[in-house]
């Protein structure tokens, strides 16, 4: 048997990637807390480091084997998780010194791993972690993953091959969990997973009891429940189905936030056939038009994927065609970047090349500037609520139910001295520029 520790052992904690990401990092700090940890705040100051990796695509590989390089060379002790530790191979051969590596999603093996090297100190009543767990979100919001993996097989993805096929939580638990981040002071809950529409086909939509009533593991009793909670409640990664329509309704009825997180990635039907994306058959523009007859105030934000293998200029002008007649709000753009191990390696369509990936990127984000530009112009003289994120010289930078925190804009919001980081405030927006609101009380 391992001696315990007398002194407080200290992990130092690197977390990279995506907000899913973020969760497992939360659960592992949540464990190792509640076992007497100490979450150090540098390298020199931890026992050891753990280094939660992404795998996405291949600069994030990069940056994760730069930042293993670091820990090692600051702090010699390193334990690697996340996305990359699904391809151990690519780490060794350059840090061949890591003391473990184990893939996504496997908290009890980095649990195990952490008291291999670093035995825990025991005090059950001293190590008592805040009942909602380790947050690294501020106080007022958080991330709520309900599912992992995916059941789809995009070309230009490995998350399926690295984190497995879709297993969704059971909705009791992810509605108690809620409830627990709520009761510890969140204002909003931000749903994620790597297909959010899909929550619960895995269990056969299995039913659960929460709040005396019985709720199916369903995308929309999921969104209904989460309303029960008076928070604000926004969906990411959602995929253009029709049961959405359902979660529309009740957006129509304030239940939750009228907002939607679409990954579209492209419009030309031959490209999104190429990509296996899923939906790609849907009459996508006339599903986003009864959506807005529906939700007049929806906002939909979506990603997308210029320079795809075989992606012709055609391709691309129906793109832009297709963003004209959509309007969405919210775009982001990434060039097609090649990742090992994805079957877009193999399609045998000709790559774009770099200069002409970055002329579309180009065109395509002063395309989707104008737009959210003219957007947000119409907005001038609204009034709408806010929840403020932080005060920076006296302005209170906060969020509308059309921004997301890190990936959207923001509303400035001038003159409204008493307001605090986690206040829901009523504003009226006075100017805008191509991204962001300007805002004084109401
Ligand atoms: S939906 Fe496609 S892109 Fe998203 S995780 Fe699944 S396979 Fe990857």
Redesign the pocket.
Known sequence: MKALQTRIPKVGFVSLGCPKALVDSERILTRLRAEGYEVAPTYRAADLVVVNTCGFIDSAVDESLEAIGEALAENGRVIVTGCLGAQPQRILERHPQVLKITGPQRYEEVIASVHEHLPPRHEPFVDLVPPQGVKLTPRHYAYLKISEG?N???S??I??SMRGRLKSRPVGDVLREAEALVRAGVREILVIS??TSAYGVDLKFSVDAWRDREWRASFRDLADALGELGIWVRMHYVYPYPHVDEVVELMASGRVLPYLDI?FQHASPRILKLMK??AAAEDTLARIAAWRRAVPDLTLRSTFIVGFPGETEQDFDTLIDWLDEAQLDRVGCFEYSPVAGAAANDLGEPPVGDAEKADRHRRFMEHSAAISAGRLAAKVGRRMRVLVDRIENGVAIARSSADAPEIDGVVRVYGARDLKVGDFASVEIVGSDAYDLDAKPA
Do not use: G, K, S, V
């Open positions: 995916c789809h097989h995009c230009f993805c998350i399926p790597q297909d990954p994306r899923p």
